[in-house]
C-alpha cells in the first residue's frame, strides 16, 4: 500500500507543476532540463509519446498496425489533431516533436511528401532520429521561437501539447506564421489554466491566422487518462526509480493526481485548434 508521504508529495508536485507553468521566467529551464533528463534516462523504444492521449466513442475506428495499437489513445489525438486537414503530399513541420512517436503516425498514416519534428531537447532529438526510421521523416534540435527555416516553408505546422512550456506564445505564433506558407495550416491542441483561455484565445485571434475552429476537448483528454491509468501505473514502477515515481505520477496524469483532479473539475482546460495563415 502506498504510504501517505509519498501520495502527499505527489500532490504539492503537482500544484507545483501547474503553478511553474504559468511562470515565463522558469518555464525554457525547467522543461528542457525535464525533457533532457527524460530523453536521456528512459530508453524503452516502446515509449515514443508524451501526451495524455484522446478518447471518443463517436469517432471512426482507426485501424492501427500492431506495434502501434498499444498508443491508440496518444495516436488518436494526433489524428484528431492533425488529420483536421488533408496532409496528402504536404510539407508538415511539427514542432515541439519529444520522442518521435506524434511525427512518426503523421509520416506513416497521414502520408504528407515530408515531416520534419523539432524539439528544444537534445536527447530527445537522438533518441527519435534513431528510433524512428521512416523515408520522408527527420529530427531537429530547434527552439519553438526561433525556428530555423526560411519563409513559407511548409504547408502545416503541427503543435501537441507543449506550448505551455513556451515562455514567449507570441513569439512562437509569430514563427510559425512566418514559416507556413500562403494558405499554411497550424493544427494545435494544448491546454491552460481555466483562468487563462481567454487571454490564450486572444493572443490566438491577434496571431495573423485565423481560427477556423475550436474545440474543447477536455472530456475526451479525461477520458483517455481513465483507460489508460492501469498501464500508465505499471509503467511507472517498472521504468522510474522509486523517489522519482510521484512527481511522475502527477507528470503522467495519472487518477487521483492534482494534474488529473485539474482537468476533472475544471481547472485546467484542454482545447484544439485549426488555425489558417491569413
Known amino acids: 500500500m502506498r504510504a501517505v508521504l ?14 511553474l507553468c504559468r511562470v515565463p521566467t522558469f518555464k525554457k529551464a525547467l522543461w528542457r532540463s525535464w525533457y533532457e533528463y527524460l530523453a536521456s534516462s528512459q530508453r524503452e523504444p516502446e515509449w515514443t509519446f508524451m501526451n495524455y492521449g484522446f478518447a471518443d466513442a463517436s469517432h471512426p475506428f482507426l485501424a492501427l498496425q500492431s506495434a502501434d495499437e498499444p498508443d491508440r489513445h496518444f ?30 503516425f503523421i509520416k506513416r498514416y497521414l502520408h504528407p511528401a515530408r515531416v520534419i519534428g523539432v524539439d528544444l531537447s537534445r536527447n530527445a532529438v537522438a533518441f527519435a532520429n534513431a528510433t524512428h526510421r521512416v523515408a520522408g521523416l527527420e529530427f531537429r534540435i530547434a527552439d519553438a ?40 495550416y497550424l493544427l494545435y491542441a494544448d491546454f ?8 490564450w484565445r486572444a493572443q490566438l485571434r491577434n496571431s495573423g491566422m485565423a481560427i477556423l475552429r475550436e474545440t474543447d476537448i477536455t472530456p475526451n483528454i479525461v477520458a483517455a487518462l481513465e483507460r489508460d491509468n492501469d498501464r500508465k ?43 489558417r495563415k491569413v
Open 75 to 104: 495516436i488518436q489525438l494526433y489524428l484528431h489533431v492533425a488529420g483536421a486537414v488533408d496532409l496528402n503530399g504536404q510539407s508538415v513541420l511539427e514542432i515541439g516533436s519529444g520522442r518521435g512517436g506524434g511525427a512518426s
Open 192 to 199: 491552460r489554466g481555466c483562468a487563462e483561455v481567454e487571454s
Open 233 to 275: 501505473l505499471a509503467l511507472i514502477q517498472r521504468l522510474i526509480p522509486r523517489v522519482l515515481q510521484p512527481s511522475f505520477l502527477d507528470f503522467a496524469a495519472v487518477r487521483g493526481s492534482a494534474v488529473f483532479e485539474a482537468f476533472r473539475t475544471g481547472g485546467l482546460i484542454y482545447k484544439s485548434f485549426v488555425l
Open 145 to 184: 521561437e526561433r525556428l530555423p527555416f526560411n519563409e513559407g516553408a511548409f504547408d502545416a505546422v503541427v503543435n501537441v501539447e507543449s506550448s505551455h512550456c513556451y515562455p514567449a506564445f507570441e513569439t512562437f505564433l509569430a514563427e510559425v506564421r512566418r514559416v507556413l506558407g500562403p494558405g499554411g
Open 6 to 19: 509519498p501520495f502527499n508529495a505527489s500532490r504539492m508536485l503537482g500544484r507545483i507543476f501547474i503553478t
